[in-house]
């Protein structure tokens, strides 16, 4: 296995600081064991009185299902673990725990559900809108692209393998609409909007600001639909977080261009803006740049942080569906704030050079990695193919800055 080989190499077991009490997102009292509540009501109950060992043997942090010690594990350095024993059974809980509610998620341009589970875990659905090998027309603006339920998929991993490790689990899910959706929703708008085609398939569209609409509905196959299960972050209300426009925002505007692809001294001006006058928040910046050119994402108008870590911790990234849309152009602005800057982590630099290498060729790294998804295979082979010629660009940046 390359990916077991990479994650052993040195670059991968760089150590985190030491991780204190502050640090660490929830503190847990370790004698609190998770219990099911019998009278139906969604959350589960902590019971204070529980043994610090309980009948079963097991510590109160083992009966903990796999979603709740992902929220637990959380600290201001890493959103999980690099080797992380728990991602196997996250993913398989994704991929196959029952549903018993399925509801339209609010907000947003195009339509999500939110899912959940017996144990109380939630998974945020995005269906398929178009197959492996349809390439956005090149006539479109960023703005007005799909998103795809593959590329929140092929995300997760392709972060993992860059060890930034800043985008919450996904997996992909074949769903039975009837089942898993229409006969279980509570959601009454939503149930409104199911029909079957004229092929005898069953269909719904929701309601979005966009492609919400009996044209642009989704269709099973006659009800089987395909589509990403990403395990939900913390709620809000738990664990607050905070939104930042990105400084290389685009306008949005089918003739405007943003200030940053007027100003090719733009980056002066953003290194004295906080909260990029300090700390290392413009290099995670940088780092984000990277993953989104190498996946084609032009779509990266805002990030997130935990609220309680400060400007010292690091971006969540978050929305990744518009990437992996294209695979026979490269979109070199995505890099603007790599060749603006001329600034790029040394941790990051170094990974990326090991992953132009022979045996840990990147494409080969995300490929293996997909294989075990339950959608495999996620990506058609162009995508992976351009993601080596992608990694070229990036270190010719790079070189160019450093010469």
């Keep these: 296995s390359k990916l077991a080989a990479l994650f052993e ?29 019998s009278s139906g009501s969604d959350e589960w109950v902590s019971s204070s009185k529980a043994e610090t060992l309980l009948p ?58 939110i899912m959940t589970f017996p144990n109380y875990g939630q998974a945020l659905f995005k269906p398929m809108k178009q197959t492996r090998d349809q390439e956005t027309p090149i006539d479109f603006f960023y703005f007005s692209d799909f998103e795809r339920h593959n590329a929140e998929i092929a995300a997760f991993h392709l972060d993992r393998i860059l060890d930034f490790r800043r985008i919450p689990p996904v997996s992909g899910r074949l769903v039975n609409i009837t089942k898993e959706i229409r006969d279980i929703t ?20 929701g309601e979005c600001s966009y492609y919400c609409s009996t044209e642009h509905a989704l ?53 004295e803006m906080p909260p990029y006058d300090r700390g290392h928040r413009l290099l995670d910046l940088i780092d984000m740049a990277v993953l989104d050119f190498l996946m084609g994402n032009m779509d990266r108008h805002h990030y997130e942080t935990f609220e309680k870590f400060g400007n010292d911790t690091f971006l969540l990234h978050l929305d990744n569906g518009r990437g992996f849309g294209t695979h026979s152009r490269d979109e070199l602005s995505i890099l603007a704030p790599l060749w603006q800057c001329c600034s790029i982590k040394k941790s990051t630099y170094l990974r990326l050079q090991l992953l132009a290498t022979q045996p840990y060729r990147l494409s080969d790294l995300l490929r293996e990695a997909l294989a075990t ?25 790079v070189g160019h800055c450093l010469a």
């Design 9 to 37: 190499h040195p670059l991968y077991n760089i150590p985190i600081p030491d991780v204190t009490e502050k640090d660490k997102l929830f503190v847990v009292n370790p004698m609190e064991k998770f219990s099911l509540r």
């Design 56 to 113: 079963t043997g097991k510590t109160a942090y083992d009966t903990y299902p796999a979603w709740l010690k992902f929220h637990v594990g959380i600290n201001r350095y890493e959103l999980y673990p690099r080797q992380d024993p728990l991602m196997p059974t996250l993913l398989q809980d994704l991929a196959t725990q029952r549903i018993i509610s399925s509801v339209q998620k609010s907000g947003g341009t195009q339509l999500k559900l």
């Design 186 to 205: 509570t959601d009454k708008k939503l149930a409104k909007t199911f029909f079957i085609s004229p092929a005898g398939n069953i269909c719904f569209y």
């Design 219 to 271: 269709c099973g196959k006659p009800d089987q639909l395909e589509g990403s299960m990403a395990a939900l972050l913390p709620d809000k209300t738990l664990a607050k977080r905070r939104s930042w426009r990105s400084p290389w925002r685009r306008s949005y505007h089918k003739s405007k261009k943003a200030e940053w692809e007027l100003n090719p001294n733009y980056c002066a001006q953003v290194r």
């Design 373 to 397: 998804d339950p959608l495999t295979p996620v990506l058609a082979e162009p995508h992976l193919r351009a993601l080596d010629r992608r990694l070229g660009k990036v270190l010719a940046a």
